[in-house]
């Protein structure tokens, strides 16, 4: 580890602490409903759109009707997607003219964008056409991501709001949230993509003649339109193969600290949101101090085991750190830096291998995904998923005091505890039970690149990427097979949709109780003992998907052993 790799991380975290309470101030205008400067602009766009879809922004929503617009949305959105995907060979702006997408991997990768998991099966400039990765994709990265955020605002009213049935209005808050914050932001990072070299141009091909003469013929496209979203968005999903280790996605320092920054700049604002929402914005310091000590901890690590480098190597008299997998203008501050914040978001996107790391660094990843991705998180899907950790530790900090606990002025009773249960459960039951099976069927074991633990442990990175809605992999997984495509698919469903209609009970069951006053016997929700429990409940949860996995390696071996397969 050096001094200019800790300086790195460090400006890292201070720029965005810095940037918290403008972020939040800006998303807590959206949650209101409130006139931003750019609704001169941009007001009659959002109203032509309420009117086109015959739409009254006004009129309140109970969180059974919000859920059944919101999955309505999705999967219109789906079915859209598979089509524009499935039909591609015969649709223009398809300079390459490549053929259409096949069905299962068209299924998996409708799926992957509208969960904003941006898995991709495929090399996305050997695949998809130009309109593809426009009109199927990019679409998918403002609308999922929109869909984030907009249930996050909903859980935010459950908490703040007093007696009343209603949690919003999904239409409107997707509308305010892609007109008045992504589009606008992504307008402003495409342009400095594209001043960085980052290429934006409708053609296919560029030939060029390399300086020894050769010729060559590099792939171009749409891409930093898409970088912006994609990193703003945590969505992940790269234009390129080679994701943000490309020099067309990512050609310098500047334009990788940029992208390190979007991914977690509306993640850090939300819990700012959060505060303000519920009258107190203490709360929303201590959860994000929570989520900050769990990130450096996972950082501190990936970056001392890259550092620190391969002991077999060592021991051969190779000296310095893993640079396996990295790319060298990167160096290992900024790939672990990176992977770890791709991880601890709901993001996906990385600038060097994984599935190349070290042991631990390579866990840290993996174990961060399996947390819930709630460290700092995506759009939305972070605070949101923190915050049903928060129900349950201000439950067991009830137990320990002995009375009914409460939670930013709401009791926490039976039903919000048993529904949070519920969504949590999910992860780590989805993960082991589809890892489980995958490793032990022929199809699943046809899958990885290695063999004995490092193969299983693709097998379980994938799912976990799936279900977690990540998009990141250990690459040396096989995943183009009707077997993988249609098992991911089905994860990334499960764990982006099984999570957010229990979500959206407890915030229509918080929304219709009358507001409690702390008293001398509440359990205090801000300060530092606040905060270490609920770094310690998320790391025991977590625990509940990252130690049997370590279990389930061993016993697939031996039953592969024992089924004659070399595992």
């Known amino acids: 580890m050096t001094l200019q790799g800790w300086i790195l991380i460090l400006a890292f975290i201070g720029i965005l602490l810095a940037l918290t309470k403008p972020v939040g101030a800006w998303l807590f205008a959206l949650y209101e409903g409130r006139r931003t400067p750019l609704h001169t602009v941009l007001g009659p766009v959002e109203r032509g759109f309420y009117k086109l879809a015959g739409i009254d922004p006004n009129a309140e929503q109970s969180w059974r009707r919000y859920a059944v617009h919101m999955l309505i949305f999705n999967a219109t959105l789906m079915l859209f997607t598979y089509g524009v995907l499935r039909l591609q060979g015969v649709l223009p702006g398809n300079p390459q003219g490549l053929a259409g997408v096949g069905d299962h991997l068209s299924f998996n990768t409708a799926i992957s964008f509208t969960a904003n998991t941006n898995w991709q099966s495929y090399g996305g400039e050997s695949t998809m056409s130009n309109l593809s990765q426009m009109l199927g994709l990019t679409i998918h990265n403002f609308l999922s991501a929109a869909t984030g955020i907009a249930l996050a605002f909903a859980l935010f009213r459950g908490f703040a709001r007093r007696q009343v049935g209603s949690i919003g209005n999904f239409w409107a808050d997707v509308t305010r949230i892609t007109l008045y914050l992504l589009l606008p932001l992504c307008v402003v990072l495409t342009l400095f993509y594209i001043a960085s070299g980052v290429p934006q141009t409708l053609a296919g091909v560029v030939d060029v003649t390399t300086l020894e003469g050769a010729k060559q013929s590099l792939l171009l496209g749409p891409v930093a339109s898409q970088e912006a979203i994609k990193m703003l968005g945590t969505n992940g999903g790269g234009f390129f193969n080679a994701n943000s280790a490309h020099p067309f996605e990512n050609p310098t320092a500047l334009t990788n600290l940029v992208q390190m920054l979007s991914i977690f700049l509306i993640g850090f604002g939300l819990t700012w949101t959060f505060g303000k929402a519920v009258g107190n914005t203490r709360q929303g310091w201590a959860i994000l101090s929570a989520m900050v000590i769990l990130f450096v901890a996972g950082v501190t690590v990936t970056y001392w085991q890259e550092a620190a480098g391969n002991p077999v190597l060592h021991h051969l008299g190779v000296a310095g750190g893993n640079m396996e997998g990295k790319e060298v203008r990167f160096g290992i501050a900024a790939s672990a830096l990176f992977s770890v914040i791709t991880t601890a978001a709901s993001c996906g996107a990385v600038n060097a291998m994984h599935d190349s790391f070290t042991a631990l660094g390579g866990m840290i990843p993996l174990f961060n995904m399996q947390l819930g991705e ?194």
């Open 374 to 567: 709630v460290v700092i998180g995506g759009v939305g899907a972070g605070i949101y998923g923190f915050l049903l950790f928060a129900i349950l530790a201000v439950f067991v900090a009830g137990l320990m005091v002995g009375r009914t606990p409460e939670y930013v002025g709401k009791k926490i009773e039976a039903r919000e505890v048993k529904l949070a249960v519920l969504a949590i459960a999910i992860l780590p039951l989805i993960i082991l039970g589809f890892t489980a099976l995958s490793s032990v069927l022929q199809q699943g074991l046809a899958g990885p690149l290695n063999k004995g633990p490092h193969g299983f442990s693709e097998i379980l990175y994938a799912f976990t990427s799936a279900v977690g809605n990540n998009g990141s992999a250990f690459a040396g997984l096989t995943a183009n097979t009707p077997y993988y495509n249609a098992m991911l698919g089905v994860a990334m469903w499960l764990g982006r949709f099984f999570i957010i209609v229990p979500m959206l009970a407890i915030a229509g069951s918080l929304a219709a109780k009358r507001h409690t006053p702390e008293s001398a016997g509440s359990f205090p929700t801000t300060g530092g003992l606040w905060v270490g429990l609920l770094v310690g409940i998320v790391l025991i949860l977590g625990g509940l998907t990252f130690l049997p996995s370590l279990a389930l390696g061993p016993i697939a071996d031996h039953l592969a052993m024992i089924r004659g397969q070399l595992f």
